[in-house]
């Protein structure tokens, strides 16, 4: 086992209250925690498990690293910095946004807001399907019962003392395998999921965020898979910069509050104004609410 820490540099400004808020505030139990000041989770790497801490600093982010295999640091940084969105050059978005006078005090307040990613968007498709029209804390119990039953457990010590982190998420080909049965949801959903899963182990559907139109068209093929769930993989999990959530009762709430226009067809006018950065708009709207998403861990 192999421990490092790095620091993770980006450019600034950085909000760091909606992107670990909404990290911890959907976190699936024995993948993901808040611990010790910092966002967890395992991820599968090449050389074997490992376990990323992300703790936020004034200029930087420190990532504690605790490897299988060595050789797998590199890979576990880029990943880290993907679940930030470090890559990310908040200055133009923001100036973008900024002109919009319904979305300006909510710029001016917190700048420097990112998307929060997945570092695998297999996990974050199968998730999403999972969040279909039910609770944060409904689909968090879904995917938790999915990693006790089909995920592989961490090896012993590698989470550390205090930890909750248990399992890898399983990867679609271990879900293929998951009785409809075992899963409490209508049987719709139910078979959403397995179409899903089956999909992606069969690479009938590969989320490459290389070619995002393929896997926009990949998901959008499969039966139950509608608008708000590509899009949702295509912002959170594929880096689309653009990706936006009309339907989204968040986002309905957000352009209900601000005076911008309740029908999701007015709304997508009314947005073409914050292109190409509508995924961060999204951020910025839902910073309108009252939510968990919002808030920095304590």
Not at 24 to 44: K, N
Not at 255 to 260: I, K, T, V
Request: with cysteine; glycine share 8%.
């Amino acid at each position: 086992m192999h421990t490092e820490a790095r620091a993770l540099p980006f450019t600034a400004p950085l909000c760091p209250d909606n992107l670990y808020g909404h990290l911890v505030a959907t976190a699936v139990p024995g993948v993901e925690e808040w611990h010790d000041g910092a966002y967890r989770r395992s991820l599968a790497l090449p050389g074997g498990p490992g376990v990323v801490a992300l703790a936020p600093d004034a200029e930087h982010v420190t990532a504690t690293l605790t490897l299988t295999d060595p050789s797998d640091a590199e890979r576990a940084s880029a990943l880290a910095r993907r679940i930030l969105d470090l890559d990310a050059d908040p200055n133009p978005v923001d100036a973008t946004l900024r002109a919009d006078p319904a979305l300006a005090a909510l710029v001016d307040d917190a700048p420097g807001r990112r998307v929060p990613g997945s570092p695998d968007a297999d996990e974050f498709a199968v998730r999403a399907v999972l969040g279909q029209q039910v609770s944060t804390a409904a689909a968090r119990t879904h995917a938790a019962r999915l990693v006790r039953g089909y995920g592989t457990p961490l090896p012993d010590g590698l989470a550390g003392p205090g930890s909750t982190l248990t399992h890898l998420f399983p990867p679609p080909a271990a879900l293929t395998a998951v009785d409809p049965d075992e899963l409490g949801m209508p049987r719709t959903r139910k078979r959403t999921l397995l179409t899903l899963v089956r999909a992606l182990a069969e690479g009938e559907v590969v989320l490459d965020p290389a070619d995002v139109p393929a896997a926009r068209a990949g998901l959008a093929a499969l039966p139950g898979i509608g608008p708000w769930t590509v899009d949702s993989v295509a912002m959170r999990a594929l880096g689309e910069p653009d990706a936006f959530l009309p339907t989204d009762l968040g986002v309905r709430a957000a352009a209900e509050r601000l005076g911008l226009p309740p029908r999701d067809r007015d709304l997508l006018a009314r947005a073409e104004a914050w292109r190409p950065y509508r995924a961060y708009a999204t951020q910025y709207l839902w910073a309108a609410l009252d939510h968990a998403v919002n808030t920095m861990p304590g």
